[in-house]
């Protein structure tokens, strides 16, 4: 089953330098493991890739059912260098949530996630 | 005044963050003194470039320099100030605390309160008469993340600021000021010093001083805490056109509890201030700050009924020996100019334009560092991620150049305006004529010794 991201977390993106950064909370604190262990680096790596320059690095917060991303090279140089509209990754959040995710039924289904829409 | 162990563990100081950047509402402070009972009100001004902007204009005038919004601010909360004892702390003093602190008396004198405002001006902060020194004695202030030494762009060095913590604005409050005003304090200081001056929080009690900087993390971005650009269930935040600005109401043993005033809009929820929580986060388990490490690892939250949300358990790590600076220099000039073609195939006539103007730049010799085309409506905030399913009923076609050299950029910005007669057909929007040059002030992050900077304080009346 498709599972999109933006159905089972918020997010919420900011800027240090040239790098992203990209907090994803599960909207439900038992989605939380299922996030962790989806939301890989690799996964996250392959999703950015074309978008950003640099690397990923990723840290898990449990206790806020979050996970916190650093996506370096995302803002052509950042701050007043950068000549993007999103200059300070304010909407990398979403950019982040638009991952759609292949889950086997019978797990989406213990878990309640909610399928994605039929195109 | 002694207070007993059980007043002292009962009682509750509150914290009110009245502006979370220089250009934030100004209407908040005065809400936040009005709206209900504080006894601080926080305003932070400053961001990463704001002391090279200030330093600009303290050259330009040296009575300036400093937050100007601050002053107004101040006259809008005067009277609680004067009249019911709420303390205001501010890192309003950008480049210039003195001349912002006679700005503020000046306004107290003006409103007959002459006596009554206590003005602690914190400073050591600026570094930049002292960068020459500092570098010859072997402090190489290398860039944080290219590792580059300063020596690199001395020359084109405009501002040099460490970020200084919660002490010399805990000495101000205890030598009786009311009002502190300081240069480049970090934010979450300005909450956590208020808290550390009232409930005697030692220099070593890490767990309480990682709560006050995590309180002060909650906080220092005014109302994107309690509703303001808030993902989750956006649609039915109520009346975010009177949003509540967040204030801590916090324990002598390092709990908070994250409110606002009754009958102001917006919401505060345990997925609020998570939101806010992982803004511009780094490494969670390690949040240095000049006070403390704090670990947001150790953080919990839990709803205390209608907009309260109760924030316990946090730990902290003694701090390093370094303090963060803040350089900013001067890196070349920018330009970014806009178009915006019409239905149909609005995106086809928006990317001529660009191969059409790109070929007219490169006719004439000019070279920049970067030229970036974005084009907005399609995917200029998601580039590749944003699916091209359905036609664009308009495309802003906006493209930017940056490099060393002024008249390159110059010259890119007359080549706007013309694409509306010579280039691809259906174009409008150029109302505000040829795109600015601006120079650029660049961020250069780095570290020192926290034996080389020493702090001041001094309260003036």
Not at chain 2, 109 to 122: E, F, L, N, P
Not at chain 2, 180 to 196: C, E, F, K, N, Q
């Amino acid at each position: 089953m498709k599972v999109r991201l933006v159905d089972i977390a918020h997010a919420r993106s900011g800027d240090k330098g040239d790098t992203a950064n990209v907090g994803v909370i599960a909207l439900e604190p038992g989605w939380y493991p299922f996030l962790a262990k989806t939301l890989t680096l690799s996964r996250v790596t392959q999703h950015f890739d074309g978008v950003i320059t640099g690397g990923v690095e990723r840290f898990e917060l449990p206790n806020l059912y979050a996970l916190n991303f650093l996506l370096h090279g995302a803002l052509d140089g950042g701050g007043t260098l950068s000549l993007k509209t999103d200059a300070q990754g304010k909407v990398f959040s979403t950019a982040m949530l638009r991952m759609v995710l292949d889950v086997p039924d019978a797990e989406a289904a213990a878990l309640g996630l909610p399928a994605a829409p039929v195109p | 005044m002694e207070s007993s162990p059980t007043t002292q563990s009962s009682r509750i100081v509150r914290v009110a963050s009245g502006q979370g950047f220089w250009g934030d509402w100004l209407d908040a402070p005065r809400r936040q003194v009005e709206g209900g009972q504080v006894d601080y009100l926080m305003l932070d001004y400053l961001a990463e470039v704001t002391m090279s902007i200030l330093q600009k204009q303290k050259e330009r005038d040296p009575a300036m320099g400093y937050a100007r919004d601050f002053i107004g601010a101040m006259e809008s909360v005067l009277t609680a100030v004067t009249d019911r004892g709420v303390k205001v702390i501010a890192n309003a003093g950008g480049v210039n605390p003195y001349a912002c602190a006679r700005a503020v008396l000046e306004v107290a004198r003006a409103r007959g309160a002459a006596g009554k405002v206590k003005i602690g001006v914190v400073t050591g902060d600026d570094l930049l008469p002292r960068i020459d020194e500092l570098i010859a004695s072997g402090h190489a202030l290398s860039n944080m993340e290219t590792g580059e030494p300063l020596s690199a762009i001395r020359d084109r060095v405009l501002s040099a600021n460490a970020y200084i913590g919660s002490e010399p604005i805990v000495e101000a409050l205890r030598l009786g000021a009311n009002v502190v005003v300081t240069g480049r304090s970090t934010d979450t200081a300005l909450t956590m010093a208020p808290l550390r001056h009232e409930f005697g929080w030692g220099a070593e009690e890490w767990d309480k001083l990682a709560a006050g900087i995590i309180a002060g993390h909650i906080i220092e971005c005014g109302a994107q805490c309690s509703g303001g650009n808030c993902l989750y269930d956006w649609r039915n935040i109520p009346d975010l056109a009177n949003v509540g600005y967040p204030i801590v109401e916090a324990r002598a043993d390092g709990t908070f509890t994250v409110v606002k005033h009754p009958g102001t809009g917006g919401r505060i929820n345990v997925q609020s201030v998570t939101e806010q929580l992982v803004y511009e986060m780094g490494d969670p388990h390690s949040y240095i700050t000049p006070d403390v490490v704090a670990d947001f690892s150790t953080i919990h939250l839990e709803a205390d009924g209608e907009n309260r949300v109760r924030v316990f358990g946090i730990e902290g790590r003694p701090a390093t020996d370094k303090l963060k600076v803040s350089v900013a220099y001067r890196a070349g000039f920018k330009a970014v100019g806009t178009l915006v073609y019409a239905w149909p195939v609005a995106l086809e006539k928006a990317q001529l334009a660009d191969r059409v103007l790109r070929e007219r730049l490169d006719t004439m010799g000019l070279r920049f560092d970067q030229i970036l085309t974005e084009f907005v409506g399609v995917s200029a905030t998601h580039g590749r991620l944003a699916p091209q399913t359905s036609e664009a009923q308009e495309v802003q076609f906006r493209v930017g150049v940056r490099g060393p050299d002024r008249k390159a950029v110059e010259r890119f910005t007359r080549e706007i305006v013309p694409l509306l007669l010579n280039g691809p057909p259906s174009v409008t929007g150029v109302a505000a004529g040829r795109p600015k040059v601006e120079e650029i002030v660049a961020y250069w992050p780095a570290l020192v010794d926290k034996t080389v900077v020493q702090t001041k304080v001094e309260v003036l009346a």
